[in-house]
């Protein structure tokens, strides 16, 4: 088989996007080209199995367990429902990996497993009050329709990818049954038909190829809520592995990328985008001289809860050539400013430490 004839690696649709890994695909976004909403071809891919073929006749939503009534929804039966559109930021937990030291295991992430689209969908809420949850109902469990085999520990056979919610986030306006991004159908690599859209919490909650809510009793333990995806939290002083839910605050810049030339003295605009998980950016500092004086940055436009707020800074870069360390940290409404440095107990996850973008003044 020469060349032409063999399948195209990669469809049009991931041109542009950085490959982490190709088969199953994880792809990250160029953050340099940060802009409002991210363009579904350049929303980052993340993706635990191969991509589930589900054609929206053969499609069914079953809801269980603690409720009322099961329901088992068809596509068109959920179209039917009221849907709302929002534009919510997803941010895979391990966003950010490659800069930890030691080199970190797992998918060395830079600054692109984020992005912000505009979702159309039914929220979850309306789905689980028509099935009528029960008394003593706790927590939501989410499951995709893609599955498959782990190693660490060896899974008992395929497990499906899936997470829980507590029933107070799951009820929330922010989560919803998502069909449609920036408008359109989705699309395989982001979900198609229907995936969960958890605003404020980290990208692994929102689970793509979604097929069935169970409502329980009690807290959902699966590998992904208690081993993927757990950090261990300090109750009492005693360390304890807790499933990873809420984004922290962070910022990050697009503007100048990584060794860019930057012109030595004149103006020039430092740009990115925070955000802060459940609650909004009340501020963000840039510092050019590797953390030792911070500047405000402006926050521009208006804050539009679980979505990035771009910002900018007009940097008066001096006359003086050589290296340069920017760096850019953000506080949220809640006063949580970003740490300096990693916090071990979070293993590879929930990576908001400032980070540095080294620059050369000529
Ligand atoms: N069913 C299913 N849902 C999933 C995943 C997955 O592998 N399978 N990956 C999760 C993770 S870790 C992230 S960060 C987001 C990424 O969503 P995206 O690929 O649309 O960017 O999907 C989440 N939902
Ligand atoms: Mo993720």
Same mark, same amino acid.
């Given at each position: 088989m020469n060349e032409a004839e063999s399948a195209p690696m990669f469809s049009a649709s991931r041109a542009g996007l950085?490959?982490?890994?190709? +088969?199953?695909?994880?792809?990250?976004?160029?953050?340099?080209?940060?802009?409002?909403?991210?363009?579904?071809?350049?929303f980052f891919v993340r993706t635990h199995f191969p991509v589930p073929a589900i &054609?929206?006749?053969?499609?069914?939503?079953?809801? !269980?367990?603690?409720?009322? &009534?099961?329901?088992?929804?068809?596509?068109?039966d959920l179209l039917g429902l009221p849907a709302t559109t929002a534009p919510v930021l997803l941010e895979c937990a391990g966003n950010g990996r490659a800069q930890?030291? /030691?080199?970190?295991?797992?998918?060395?992430?830079?600054?692109?497993?984020?992005?912000t689209a505009e979702w159309t969908g039914v929220p979850l809420s309306v789905v689980l009050e028509k099935a009528g949850v029960k008394p003593g109902a706790i927590d939501v469990i989410?499951?995709?329709?893609?599955?498959?085999?782990?190693?660490?520990?060896k899974s008992p056979g395929a497990i499906h990818f899936e997470r829980s919610l507590p029933l107070a986030k799951a009820? &929330?306006? +922010?989560?919803?049954?998502?069909?449609?991004?920036?408008?359109?159908?989705?699309?395989p690599d982001h979900g198609f038909p229907v995936r969960a859209v958890v605003g404020g919490w980290y990208g692994m909650a929102s689970v793509k190829w979604l097929t069935r809510v169970t409502v329980t009793a009690a807290p959902f333990e699966g590998f992904w809520q208690s081993l993927e995806y757990a950090y261990w939290k300090r109750e009492r002083e005693r360390p304890t592995l807790a499933a990873v839910a809420e984004v922290q605050v962070k910022a990050q810049i697009a503007? /100048?990328?990584l060794s860019e030339a930057v012109p030595a003295g004149k103006p020039y605009?430092?740009?990115?985008?925070a955000w802060g998980g459940e609650s909004d950016v009340a501020r963000v500092e840039v510092s050019t001289d590797a953390g030792k004086t911070w500047s405000d940055a402006e926050l521009l436009g208006k804050a539009v809860p679980f979505t990035w707020r771009l910002w900018e800074f007009l940097w008066d870069v001096p006359k003086s050539v050589g290296r340069?360390?920017?760096?850019? &940290?953000?506080? !949220?409404?809640?006063?949580?400013?970003?740490? +300096?440095?990693?916090?071990?107990?979070?293993?590879?996850?929930?990576?908001?430490?400032?980070?540095?973008?080294e620059v050369e003044v000529m």
């Open positions: 950085i490959i982490r890994e190709k +088969e199953p695909a994880n792809l990250e976004f160029a953050f340099t080209s940060l802009g409002p909403v991210t363009s579904t071809n350049e &054609r929206t006749q053969d499609w069914t939503l079953t809801v !269980d367990g603690e409720v009322e &009534r099961e329901l088992v929804l068809t596509y068109d930890l030291v /030691p080199k970190a295991k797992g998918l060395l992430w830079d600054t692109g497993a984020v992005g989410l499951q995709g329709a893609d599955e498959g085999e782990v190693d660490d520990p009820l &929330r306006p +922010e989560v919803f049954l998502a069909y449609q991004m920036n408008g359109k159908n989705l699309t503007r /100048p990328a605009r430092v740009f990115g985008a340069y360390k920017v760096m850019a &940290r953000a506080t !949220d409404t809640n006063g949580h400013t970003q740490p +300096e440095t990693h916090d071990a107990d979070r293993r590879t996850y929930m990576i908001n430490f400032v980070f540095t973008v």
